[in-house]
Structure formats: C-alpha cells, structure tokens
C-alpha cells in the first residue's frame, strides 16, 4: 500500500514536470498581459475593405444614419443623415490611417484637416467607434449602439 502511494507521487511529480509553461499561442507577453502577435491584425488578417452602416445616438435629432465606404487605397467616403432634422446629409470624405498595431483607423477629412479625427477599431465585419482618443465608448446604452455592420464587400 506504502509502495502505491509512492508511485502515485512519483508519478504526479513527473506529469507536472512535462508543463514546461510555454504559451501556445502565438501571442507574446508583456509584463504579465498577453500581447497580439505583430504579424496577425486586423489590417493583414481581415478582409477591412467595404461598406459599413449603423446609426449613432443623436442628443437633437432621432439618430444619426452612418455609412462609411473604406477603400483599398486608404480613402475613405462617409455619409450622415441626421433623422428627423429635415435634408441634413451630411458627407466627408479623405484618407485613413492604420494605427502601429494595425488594428484601428483614424479618419482624416480631406476637406477639414483641422476637424476633429475619427477613430474606430476593425473587427470580423465590424467597426467600432472609439472616442476622440481611440478608445471604447463607455456609455450607459447598449454596446451595439456603437457597432457599425459590414453591408458591402468589395470584390
């Protein structure tokens, strides 16, 4: 009985020495966070290109209609209509920039270059609109609320 539980030990010592506490993602860390391999972001992984809609919440008006068309040559066109506010289309258009991550963009309004940026992040067929600072919206709606759908691919 004595020789059982021994080699019960020995043999739990010996299968946790096999751990050799190597990440097997191919994700690297730092200071303790897991950090997203360079070589896959949004910008390399995901098919960014397309049409993106949703509507935005709007203090003085139903919602805000958005639609933003993100080119392969890094331009950009937007159109907003502001319901309930009669013909208020608005549209802009530009450039974007990826961030050094590869996994937001900033929109740069061609003809307001002095405008304030417009950050989101790319997701699977996804934007995500960030705040003035490139960060996720924290509001008391819903997440969604700030999640705009791919409706076009570019073929």
Same mark, same amino acid.
């Given at each position: 009985?004595?020789?059982?539980?021994?080699?019960?030990?020995? @043999?739990? !010592? =010996?299968?946790? =020495?096999?751990? #050799?506490?190597? +990440? /097997?993602? +191919?994700n690297a860390r730092v200071n303790g966070t897991e950090v997203a391999d360079p =070589?896959? +972001?949004s910008r390399n992984s995901l098919d960014w290109a397309g049409v993106y809609t949703? #509507?935005?919440?709007? =203090? %003085?008006c139903e919602g805000i209609d958005v639609e933003i068309r993100l080119n392969e040559d890094l331009t950009y066109e937007r159109v907003m209509i502001y319901r309930g506010k009669g013909d208020n289309r608005l549209? %802009?258009?530009? /450039?974007f920039e990826w961030d050094e991550n590869g996994s937001k963009i900033k929109l740069i309004d061609s003809t307001s270059p002095g405008? @304030?940026? +417009?950050?989101?992040?790319?997701?699977e067929n996804k934007l995500f609109v960030? %705040? *003035?600072?490139g960060n996720r919206i924290?509001?008391?709606?819903p997440p969604e609320t700030y999640?705009?759908?791919? *409706?076009? !691919?570019?073929?």
């Amino acid at each position: 009985m004595k020789k059982n539980v021994i080699l019960i030990c020995f @043999a739990l !010592v =010996a299968l946790s =020495a096999c751990n #050799t506490g190597t +990440n /097997r993602s +191919n994700n690297a860390r730092v200071n303790g966070t897991e950090v997203a391999d360079p =070589a896959h +972001n949004s910008r390399n992984s995901l098919d960014w290109a397309g049409v993106y809609t949703g #509507t935005l919440p709007c =203090a %003085d008006c139903e919602g805000i209609d958005v639609e933003i068309r993100l080119n392969e040559d890094l331009t950009y066109e937007r159109v907003m209509i502001y319901r309930g506010k009669g013909d208020n289309r608005l549209s %802009d258009s530009g /450039r974007f920039e990826w961030d050094e991550n590869g996994s937001k963009i900033k929109l740069i309004d061609s003809t307001s270059p002095g405008s @304030a940026n +417009n950050w989101f992040q790319v997701g699977e067929n996804k934007l995500f609109v960030l %705040d *003035t600072e490139g960060n996720r919206i924290e509001s008391s709606l819903p997440p969604e609320t700030y999640i705009f759908e791919k *409706t076009e !691919v570019f073929e």
